[in-house]
């Protein structure tokens, strides 16, 4: 299983910007997708995620600016970002909670990472 992000890119204060991240291989169900970011000389933390039920959970510091949403017929999420700030800029990781077959164990998956920067 793969998941692919993409959307990074520099963006002044104020400015928007979308990430994609596509979940692609073997995959029989999907429980969970999410986006987590880490700046420089940070630990990783929960930006926004989204589960099967469309259930969705925002850190604080990103709600009403950001917006999580999934196609599942692409195995796609995404996350709207508005209202950027300079303390957006980090990498930014896609997540998905998922089954690759019937028999098999949820397991977490993790994108490669796009980097978002956010000027001043």
């Known amino acids: 299983v793969q998941l692919q992000a993409s959307g990074g890119g520099l963006v002044q204060a104020g400015g928007s910007l979308r990430l994609s991240c596509a979940a692609s291989g073997p995959i029989f169900s999907i429980d969970g997708m999410g986006w987590y970011r880490q700046a420089a000389g940070k630990q990783r933390e929960l930006v926004a995620t989204m589960n099967s039920a469309d259930r969705t959970n925002y850190a604080d510091s990103v709600k009403d600016r950001f917006t999580i949403s999934r196609d599942n017929a692409k195995n796609t999420v995404y996350l709207q970002m508005n209202s950027l700030k300079p303390e957006d800029t980090a990498v930014y990781y896609c997540?998905?909670?998922?089954?690759?077959?019937?028999?098999?164990?949820?397991?977490?998956?993790w994108g490669q990472g796009t980097l978002v920067t956010v000027s001043s």
């Open positions: 997540n998905a909670l998922l089954k690759r077959s019937y028999t098999d164990y949820r397991r977490n998956y």
